[in-house]
């Protein structure tokens, strides 16, 4: 198994430090939230995922850094910036973050909403009426669930619960004035609603509360006979990665189980707490969870703003939402036949979510209930709590298919749900396997076996994206569904190394991570750079979601200096320095954030072998962990129509988006691009959906006239 090269000598100008390109794209999603030409409620939802990226990002890259610096490691990373320096950058940067985030809901979008008849209140904005409903509501609904917890010598401080809401409260004892002032804590249980709707009146409307304030106004009913001299609502964060050592655990399912219960007590590494916190409260707080006061944000507003997820969906405004998209189910595949009959016309390749998701769940619902199929096998990375996917392949076992399902228990902050899909599989009669011991498994396949006739006959689907139907509806991402000889017996062979023993797999079509993935990618630049070297016409077009390997970023600095052109779509982290003289000046690259998460990988050689340009999709994006420390399937497209389809009609509309397309430049910072003079913005989610539309009407068109008895030819998509 080939690993990254070491130890070599480079300008550290070259590279973007990838935490701080992190934060760069973070900063991006928050730019999203103060964006107002998007509707109110979707601005809303981006300020969640502000917090929701910077929730992982504490609990897995800020984490691992600070155990860099306590374990007194000095290594410079690829930008030449040691732990130390990065841990304090990175401190920097997300604090001006969180502050632009709440200035934002503060001024913004609170506000925004107002204007709309949308109130989030204060204690003090509540009206007599609205203070007593909510009285009511914290009797019967939240004081039941409560269990106050009272700090002295028999009560020690609690082990605080990764990211769970707390209380904290200064008590006074009036009877004992000589008695310093107490401690006590109200753990606020993960099952309560963190946002409660009051209901609105005739005259009045209805206002919603953060339930933290709802539990400091009644705070005082959990401890009669004392004083409270101060509230104040905190979450603690804490390192979040698994330690799994997987050559010595017997049992990888029973082993990640227990890591799981034991990441409540990792250590913390960042506590967030209202603004109004006094000093010497704070101190004591930090001693007991042993956290030092940089790791601190002071937070003036809701905390936990990730929580507003739910009222995007408690708040019924159609009008302060994106219009409703349906996504088109291509004409081929509207026909009463099988899923497998089509796929034999030639093969097929979808968009999502412009495309429909559903022909990928019915590849697997078809093959549970037909006759003639007799195996079944997919990967699962991650996937929906009510995956239609799994169900069919547990009704397949049922229906006596030999079904394998190889499902990454490691799949970050998806161990639990994957832990319970895969105990539900196995008493299903499902083939359950966990993968490569040190690797994880996120390549996209899956293979269905069918007698026909005397023969059997394999299809497969690949694609760029998880088996999740919910995600399908808000990610891009590309599937591809063949029967062709050469492209699915490289499918089985990849599931016969998954799941017994191949020190040196071979593979016709497909590359494979991390086999030869890496190496193959390098050449194809390497091939683009002689061509450029020879005077001929040469080009790289590469769209992932990350570039971070340093092998890769020199290789594409090498092409450039040939004269090759590069454009790189890069949704988030990007270690390349565009733009730079004598190093990178031919190479653009660009982050285009947008409704709908853009998630496909594709990359684009002007050159083959034969001449030809060459299109590969597939699930890996350009990082040494999924070059080494994953096992990936990248594919190539190799029907004409469909390469131009993608080369032709998806990847040309990115290059030109004016409207959420930002330019990285060469000092990090990243730009947004203004149209030509006389032209409106051109977005290209809003491109891809209004020709979904399009096509979706051309295909009912050409039915209902079918129907009617006219004779139509019927486009295939």
Excluded at 44 to 50: A, D, G, P, T
Excluded at 385 to 412: F, G, H, W, Y
Aim: charged content about 25%; proline content about 6%; some cysteine.
């Amino acid at each position: 198994m080939a690993s990254p090269k070491k130890n070599r000598k480079e300008n550290k100008s070259a590279f973007f430090n990838r935490e701080l390109s992190w934060l760069a794209f973070n900063r991006r999603v928050l730019e999203q939230a103060e964006d107002d030409r998007y509707p109110l409620l979707e601005r809303l939802r981006f300020l969640s995922f502000v917090s929701s990226n910077l929730d992982e990002f504490f609990e897995i890259r800020v984490s691992g850094l600070i155990q860099q610096v306590e374990s007194g490691i000095t290594t410079a990373g690829i930008d030449g910036l040691g732990p130390k320096e990065q841990l304090r950058r990175v401190q920097s940067v997300a604090g001006s973050l969180v502050k632009e985030q709440y200035a934002c809901w503060g001024e913004q979008i609170v506000p925004g909403l107002r204007e709309k008849g949308i109130f989030f209140k204060t204690r003090k904005e509540l009206t007599r009426r609205e203070h007593q409903w909510l009285r009511t509501y914290f009797d019967e609904q939240i004081q039941p669930v409560l269990t106050p917890l009272a700090i002295d010598p028999a009560h020690p401080f609690p082990q605080f619960a990764n990211k769970s809401l707390y209380i904290l409260l200064w008590l006074n004892d009036p009877d004992t004035p000589e008695i310093e002032r107490m401690l006590a804590f109200i753990p606020v249980p993960r099952i309560l609603p963190r946002v409660v709707r009051v209901p609105g009146t005739r005259r009045a409307p209805e206002c919603y509360v953060f339930l933290s304030d709802v539990l400091k106004m009644f705070a005082p009913t959990l401890f009669p006979g004392y004083e409270i001299i101060s509230l104040h609502a905190f979450r603690v964060t804490r390192n979040s990665d698994l330690y799994i050592d997987e050559e010595e655990v017997e049992n990888l399912l029973q082993s990640i189980e227990e890591e799981l219960y034991n990441l409540r007590k990792g250590a913390a590494v960042r506590l967030e707490i209202e603004d109004s916190v006094e000093e010497a409260l704070l101190d004591e707080l930090l001693g007991a969870i042993r956290l030092s006061k940089q790791f601190v944000f002071r937070i003036q507003g809701p905390l936990n703003l990730m929580r507003m997820m739910s009222v995007y969906d408690l708040i019924d405004r159609p009008d302060l939402k994106f219009p409703s998209f349906y996504a088109h189910l291509p004409t081929a595949l509207r026909g009463p036949g099988s899923i497998y009959d089509t796929i034999k016309g030639g093969d097929l390749l979808l968009h999502h979510p412009y495309d429909s998701f559903e022909p990928v769940v019915d590849f697997v619902r078809q093959a549970a209930i037909d006759p003639q199929v007799l195996a079944i096998k997919i990967t699962l990375y991650r996937t929906s709590s009510d995956s239609a996917i799994v169900q069919a392949l547990m009704d397949a076992a049922k229906n006596d298919k030999q079904v394998t399902v190889l499902i990454e228990l490691k799949a970050r902050f998806d161990e639990a749900n994957n832990i319970n899909w895969a105990k539900q599989l196995d008493e299903s009669g499902v083939h359950v396997v966990y993968g490569f011991v040190g690797l994880k498994t996120h390549c996209k396949c899956a293979l269905v076996v069918r007698r026909e006739g005397g023969q059997l006959v394999r299809y497969a689907h690949l694609g760029t994206g998880n088996y999740h139907p919910k995600t399908a509806r808000l990610y891009t991402d590309m599937s591809l569904f063949t029967c062709k000889p050469e492209m699915t017996e490289d499918v089985a062979e990849v599931f016969n190394t998954l799941t017994g023993y191949a020190k040196s797999p071979s593979f016709r079509k497909v590359l494979v991570a991390p086999y030869t993935l890496h190496k193959k990618m390098n050449e194809f630049i390497a091939r683009e750079a002689r061509n450029a070297k020879q005077g001929k016409s040469a080009r790289i077009m590469v769209k992932c979601n990350s570039l971070i390997d340093r092998e890769t970023i020199e290789s594409l600095y090498a092409a450039s200096r040939a004269g090759v052109q590069i454009d790189l779509i890069i949704r988030g982290i990007c270690g390349l320095v565009p733009g730079v003289k004598g190093m990178s000046e031919n190479i653009r690259v660009r982050s285009i954030l947008g409704r709908y998460l853009e998630h496909s990988r594709i990359y684009y050689f002007e050159n083959s072998v034969a001449g030809e340009p060459m299109v590969w999709i597939g699930s890996a994006d350009w990082m040494a962990r999924n070059f080494y420390r994953r096992v990936e399937v990248v594919f190539p497209v190799e029907d004409a129509a469909l390469r131009d389809q993608i080369v032709l009609e998806i990847l040309p509309p990115y290059l030109k988006d004016t409207r959420a397309a930002k330019v990285l430049r060469p000092n990090g910072s990243y730009r947004a691009l203004t149209p030509p003079k006389g032209e409106a913005p051109f977005s290209v989610q809003d491109h891809f959906t209004e020709l979904a539309k399009v096509r979706s009407q051309t295909a009912e068109a050409a039915i209902l006239e079918e129907a009617a008895g006219v004779a139509v030819a019927r486009p295939a998509f």
